[in-house]
C-alpha cells in the first residue's frame, strides 16, 4: 500500500463543497476548450482524402497529413505536461490553445503539403497536453461523487466538435470554395476560434489550488478556497488555517518520474501499456472511417457525410457516459467499452451495406467515448497531485506517438489486407488492453484523490 496523502486545505474543502452554479461554469469553460483538441484530433482523418486530391497523395502523403497532427501532439503531451507540474495548470491550460489556434490559422494558408505538415505539428503541440490538462484541472477541484460525472460533461461539449468536423468536411470540400478560400482551408481557420475563446475566459479559469499547495504557496492556495468558498455560498463551511505539507513534493522531471516509477509502479506500467494499445481502440476509427468508405466505392464527400452520420455517436457516447462512470467502477466500465469497440469495428469493417455501415459505426462511436471518458477520468485519479500531471501526461504522450506510428501501418495494411483484416487485429490488441486494466488498475470510483493514493 502506498503511503497515507496528506489532508490539505484544498482536499478538506473542496471534497465538502455541495455542487453549484460555479462547478457548472467552470465544466462549460473547460469543455469548450476540449472542443477544439478534439475537434482537432480528429480533423487527420477528414483532410486525408481531401488533400489527396488537392496535392496528388498517395498512401505515404495520406499517412503524413494524419500523423503530423498526432506527431505535434507526442511533443506537446512531454513537454507541456511536465510544465504544468511547474508552472501551473491553469497558465498551460492557456498556452496550449493559443499555439494550436495561431499554427492552425497560419496552416489554412499553407501553399503546398510540406509547409501545411510542418504548421500542423506545430499546431499539434499546443494541444499535446490538453486533454491530460482537462482531466487533472477537474479532478482537482471536482468533490470525489461527482468527478466522473463533470468531467464526462466536459467531455459531452468537447466531442460536438468530432462530428462537426466530418459534417464541415463534407459540406466545405462539396462546395470547393467559400468566400475565395478553399474548402479544406476554412476547417483550419475554424480551429484558429480557439484564441478568441482564450481572450473571453482567460480570467474566469482559476489556478487549481491542490497544485498550489504541492508548491508550497499555501497562501495563494488559501485565496482560491475560500473565493470558491464564496462563490458557492456556503456560509458554515470553515477553511482551515493550516495545511499538510505533499509527501509527493517532486522538484524536477526525474524525480516526479522516479515517484511514478517507485511508489506507484504498478498503475504506472498499467497505463504506458494501457496508453500504447487505446490508441489502436479509439483513434484508430476516427481516423481511418473516411479512408475505409471510400475503400468501400463512396465518393469522398459522400463518405464525409456518412462518417458524420457514424461521429454524431461520439457526443452521444459521451453523455451516455455520464451517469455511468459514477455508477459502476471506472476499471470495470473501461473494460465492457473497449469490448463493445472491438466487436463494432468488426461490423463496420465488414459490411457493404449503407445502413448497416452507419449503424455499426454511429454505435462504435458512441461506446468509444464511454471508453474515452472512462479512462479520461481514471487516469487523472490515479496519481498524487505533485506528479499527476507529468506521470499521466508522459504516459499518455505515448498513445500520441502509436498515433504518430499509426497511419503509416495502418493505411497500407487497408490498402493491402482489407478493413477486416485491420479491425479484427485492432479487437486483438484491445482484448491485451482489458487484461492489462483488469489485473494492473486500481479502483478510484467515488474515492477522494488522496484516497486513490493509498491504495496498492
Request: proline share 4%; with cysteine.
Amino acid at each position: 500500500m502506498n503511503s497515507p496523502a496528506p489532508v490539505t486545505v484544498a482536499s478538506s474543502v473542496l471534497e465538502r463543497l455541495p455542487l453549484s452554479g460555479w462547478h457548472w461554469r467552470l465544466v462549460v469553460l473547460v469543455g469548450i476548450g476540449t472542443f477544439f483538441d478534439l475537434y482537432e484530433v480528429f480533423l487527420g482523418g477528414v483532410l486525408a482524402p481531401v488533400l489527396a486530391k488537392e496535392f496528388g497523395l498517395g498512401t505515404l502523403g495520406k499517412s503524413m497529413v494524419i500523423a503530423a497532427g498526432f506527431a505535434g501532439m507526442f511533443i506537446g503531451a512531454n513537454v507541456l505536461s511536465i510544465a504544468a507540474d511547474r508552472l501551473g495548470r491553469r497558465r498551460v491550460f492557456i498556452l496550449n490553445l493559443l499555439v494550436y489556434s495561431v499554427f492552425s490559422f497560419a496552416a489554412a494558408f499553407s501553399p503546398n503539403i510540406e509547409t501545411f505538415l510542418v504548421l500542423r505539428v506545430i499546431a499539434g503541440i499546443g494541444l499535446g497536453a490538453e486533454l491530460v490538462l482537462v482531466d487533472t484541472y477537474l479532478a482537482e477541484f471536482m468533490p470525489a461523487k461527482n468527478r466522473g460525472r463533470m468531467t464526462a460533461w466536459a467531455y459531452t461539449i468537447g466531442f460536438l466538435g468530432v462530428p462537426l468536423a466530418a459534417l464541415l468536411g463534407g459540406k466545405l470540400v462539396a462546395r470547393q470554395e467559400f468566400l475565395g478560400i478553399d474548402g479544406w482551408r476554412w476547417l483550419l481557420l475554424f480551429g484558429g476560434l480557439g484564441a478568441v475563446f482564450i481572450m473571453a475566459v482567460r480570467t474566469m479559469l482559476p489556478e487549481s489550488p491542490r497544485w498550489l499547495e504541492s508548491r508550497g504557496r499555501h497562501a495563494e492556495a488559501r485565496a482560491v478556497v475560500e473565493s470558491v468558498t464564496a462563490k458557492v455560498a456556503v456560509s458554515d463551511l470553515t477553511v482551515p488555517e493550516t495545511a499538510s505539507a505533499s509527501g509527493d513534493e517532486a522538484r524536477s522531471v526525474a524525480e516526479a518520474l522516479g515517484i511514478a516509477f517507485r511508489d506507484y509502479r504498478k498503475r504506472t506500467v498499467m497505463l504506458v501499456i494501457f496508453q500504447v494499445l487505446q490508441t489502436v481502440a479509439y483513434y484508430g476509427f476516427g481516423t481511418l472511417a473516411p479512408l475505409v468508405l471510400v475503400s468501400k466505392g463512396f465518393e469522398v464527400t459522400e463518405s464525409l457525410g456518412y462518417a458524420a452520420l457514424a461521429f454524431a455517436g461520439y457526443p452521444l457516447g459521451s453523455l451516455i457516459s455520464v451517469p455511468l462512470v459514477e455508477r459502476f467502477e471506472r476499471k470495470h466500465l473501461i473494460i465492457a467499452s473497449a469490448l463493445g469497440i472491438a466487436v463494432c469495428g468488426i461490423v463496420f469493417a465488414a459490411s457493404t451495406n449503407v445502413v448497416v455501415i452507419v449503424v455499426a459505426g454511429f454505435l462504435l462511436t458512441a461506446v468509444s467515448n464511454i471508453f474515452s471518458n472512462g479512462f479520461h477520468i481514471y487516469q487523472a485519479e490515479i496519481f498524487p497531485t505533485a506528479i499527476r500531471s507529468t506521470a499521466s501526461g508522459v504516459c499518455y504522450s505515448l498513445s500520441r506517438a502509436t498515433s504518430t506510428v499509426m497511419p503509416f501501418i495502418a493505411v497500407p495494411a487497408l490498402a493491402a489486407l482489407g478493413p477486416v483484416a485491420v479491425f479484427s487485429g485492432s479487437a486483438a490488441l484491445i482484448v491485451l488492453l482489458c487484461l492489462d486494466v483488469g489485473l494492473l488498475g486500481p479502483r478510484s470510483t467515488g474515492l477522494a484523490l488522496e484516497q486513490v493514493q493509498q491504495q496498492p
